[in-house]
């Protein structure tokens, strides 16, 4: 329990809890919010585990190796921090990039 709450707690600012608490204040109907967004995630992570069992399914543990290695060497050659232009305007980081700059 201690656990969930401290995780709850690190995740407040999240864009997704934001819009939940902004669609239960506003329209003053939290539980079809909740229940929306439950149905959401358990649908995202069923397709997302029913790929991952495809995936396993279809390519060899040694070309998964392989493309996992690749990927985190390919996520690890891009910058390290934003670059800035001739004009000092830092340029937007892309996902992966912004995800490891967080950490």
């Given at each position: 329990m201690v656990s969930t709450g401290v995780v709850a707690l690190?995740?407040?600012g999240d864009k997704t809890q934001l819009?939940?608490?902004?669609l239960a204040a506003r329209f003053k109907k939290p539980l079809p919010i909740i229940l929306g967004i439950l149905v959401a995630t358990?649908?995202?992570?069923?397709?997302?585990?029913?790929?991952?069992a495809w995936i396993t399914a279809t390519i060899?543990?040694?070309?998964?190796?392989?493309?996992?290695?690749?990927?985190?060497?390919g996520m690890r050659s891009g910058p390290s921090s934003p670059t800035r232009s001739k004009t000092r305007k830092p340029r937007s980081l892309k996902g992966s990039e912004f995800s490891v700059q967080r950490w």
């Open positions: 690190a995740e407040i819009l939940a608490f902004i358990l649908v995202n992570h069923g397709i997302a585990g029913a790929l991952g060899s543990p040694e070309i998964l190796r392989w493309v996992l290695g690749l990927s985190f060497i």
